[in-house]
Structure formats: structure tokens, C-alpha cells
């Protein structure tokens, strides 16, 4: 069992900045994959960013973005505190969503929300234009 809390979110300006936190707890964080998912009015939860379980590789775990966000947002991982943040810069209004982590067992990262296992409640981000 793993239980995951969001934190973080707000209201921002676009070219702002916000970092999103994901408090694991009943696994050690390193052991599975987390995604960060968000969902926009109307539309489908997508994945926004991923890392993989740290015995994935040698390096710690590897990532995965959407192209919409490459070069803005930063997904890493805590060991030490349980926890996976989500840094987000250069903030544009079409980043406005809830933003969700997940848990995926398995330890690869998944473009799928139903290849997840756990699920946090969200935290919604808002960015002003």
C-alpha cells in the first residue's frame, strides 16, 4: 500500500514558477515509478512527467516529459524525504490543471493513467495570463 499527498499548488503568473511535492509513505520512493498527471476541464488526465524506479538505472531512475513541457518542468526524487517533486518553470496559462502523482508498482514509467497503481488527491495549479 502506498498513500501519496500533493502539495504546492496556487495561483501563478505565467512565467512563474511553482515546485509540486509527492510525500510517499508505506514504500520506499525509489522502489516504484511516479508519474505526474494532470487534468484540465474537459479533458483527459495526461501524463506530464515520469521517473522510474531507481533499480531501473544506474543512474537513479529515468525520466520521461511531454513535449509541451520539456525544458520547463523537472521531475526528481527525494530518497532521503519520500518524496518526488514536480519543478515547474516558465509557466503558460495552458498549464493550468490538477496536478496528480501516481504510484506504478511495475517501475516503468507509463504514458496511461490506468497503469498506475496508487493515486494522490491533486493540487490545482492556476496560471494567469
Known amino acids: 500500500q502506498v498513500q501519496l499527498v500533493e502539495s504546492g499548488g496556487g495561483l501563478v503568473q505565467a512565467g512563474g514558477s511553482l515546485r509540486l511535492s509527492c510525500a510517499a509513505s508505506?514504500?520506499?520512493?525509489?522502489?516504484?515509478?511516479t508519474g505526474w498527471f494532470r487534468q484540465a476541464p474537459g479533458k483527459e488526465r495526461e501524463l506530464v512527467a515520469g521517473i522510474s524506479s531507481g533499480a531501473i538505472s544506474s543512474a537513479g531512475g529515468s525520466t520521461y516529459y511531454r513535449n509541451s513541457v520539456k525544458g520547463r518542468f523537472t521531475i526528481s526524487r527525494d530518497n532521503a524525504k519520500n518524496t518526488v517533486y514536480l519543478q515547474m518553470n516558465s509557466l503558460k496559462p495552458e498549464d493550468t490543471a490538477v496536478y496528480y502523482c501516481?504510484?506504478?508498482?511495475?517501475?516503468?514509467?507509463?504514458?496511461?493513467?490506468?497503469?498506475?497503481?496508487?493515486w494522490g488527491q491533486g493540487t490545482q495549479v492556476t496560471v494567469s495570463s
Open positions: 501516481a504510484a506504478r508498482l511495475a517501475g516503468t514509467v507509463q504514458l496511461v493513467p490506468g497503469g498506475y497503481d496508487y
Open positions: 508505506g514504500r520506499t520512493v525509489s522502489s516504484y515509478a
